[in-house]
T-cell receptor, first 112, second 114 residues
C-alpha cells in the first residue's frame, strides 16, 4: 500500500525566510504532484514532476523529485504572506495520470 | 486543460438523508475519480468512476454508502447515502488527461450534516 508522508505538518515562518517541505513516499513512482489549497477553496495545481531529478520553479516555489530516495521537496524562497496556504504532495502510483495518494499536507503560515 | 463543474457547491443536509453530487467535465475523459476531504484532513480517494461499468472502490468505502454513476465520458455522480455528521466533508471530483500528465480537480462540494 502506497503511503505518503509530509513534514512538517505546520510551518510558521517569517516573511523573507527560506524553508523546505519534505514529501516521502513508500513505493516506486516517478509521478509526483504538488497542490496548494487556500481555506474554503479547492486544489490548485502547482507542479507535476515526472522523472528522477526533475526540478520545476514558479516564482518563490521550487519543487524537486528524487525517485531513488522516494523524496520530493518544495522549497520556499524569501516567503511572502501570500504564500500562506496548505500544501499537499500527491503520488501517482499507477503511472497513468490517474488516482493519487495524498500526503498529510503542510499548513504554511507566513507572518510579517 | 479540463474544466470541471460540481453541483452543489455547498449544502446542509439532515441526518439520515441522501445527497447526490454531480460532476461535469467540459471534455471527454477516460478516468474520473471521487475524493473526500474531512475537516482539517488530507484527501482520500473514494472510488474510480468507470464508464459503462461499476465503480471501483477503495478500501473503507462501499457502494451502498457511496453509489456512483458514470453514464458517459463527461459526467459522473456520487451519492452520499444515509448521511451522518461524520460525512461532513468536502467531496471533490477529479479527472486525469492520460496520456497527458495533469490531474484536475473540481471546485468541491462542501457538505455539512446536521
Amino acid at each position: 500500500e502506497l503511503k505518503v508522508e509530509q513534514n512538517p505538518l505546520f510551518l510558521s515562518m517569517q516573511e523573507g525566510k527560506n524553508y523546505t517541505i519534505y514529501c516521502n513516499y513508500s513505493t516506486t513512482s516517478d509521478r509526483l504532484y504538488w497542490y496548494r489549497q487556500d481555506p474554503g477553496k479547492s486544489l490548485e495545481s502547482l507542479f507535476v514532476l515526472l522523472s528522477n531529478g526533475a526540478v520545476k520553479q514558479e516564482g518563490r516555489l521550487m519543487a524537486s523529485l528524487d525517485t531513488k530516495a522516494r523524496l520530493s521537496t518544495l522549497h520556499i524562497t524569501a516567503a511572502v504572506h501570500d504564500l500562506s496556504a496548505t500544501y499537499f504532495c500527491a503520488v501517482d502510483g499507477t503511472g497513468t495520470a490517474s488516482k493519487l495518494t495524498f500526503g498529510t499536507g503542510t499548513r504554511l503560515q507566513v507572518t510579517l | 486543460s479540463a474544466v470541471i463543474s460540481q453541483k452543489p457547491s455547498r449544502d446542509i443536509c439532515q441526518r439520515g438523508t441522501s445527497l447526490t453530487i454531480q460532476c461535469q467535465v467540459d471534455s471527454q475523459v477516460t478516468m474520473m475519480f471521487w475524493y473526500r476531504q474531512q475537516p482539517g484532513q488530507s484527501l482520500t480517494l473514494i472510488a474510480t468512476a468507470n464508464q459503462g461499468s461499476e465503480a471501483t472502490y477503495e478500501s473503507g468505502f462501499v457502494i451502498d454508502k457511496f453509489p456512483i454513476s458514470r453514464p458517459n465520458l463527461t459526467f459522473s455522480t456520487l451519492t452520499v447515502s444515509n448521511m451522518s455528521p461524520e460525512d461532513s466533508s468536502i467531496y471533490l471530483c477529479s479527472v486525469g488527461d492520460w496520456p497527458g500528465n495533469t490531474i484536475y480537480f473540481g471546485e468541491g462540494s462542501w457538505l455539512t450534516v446536521v
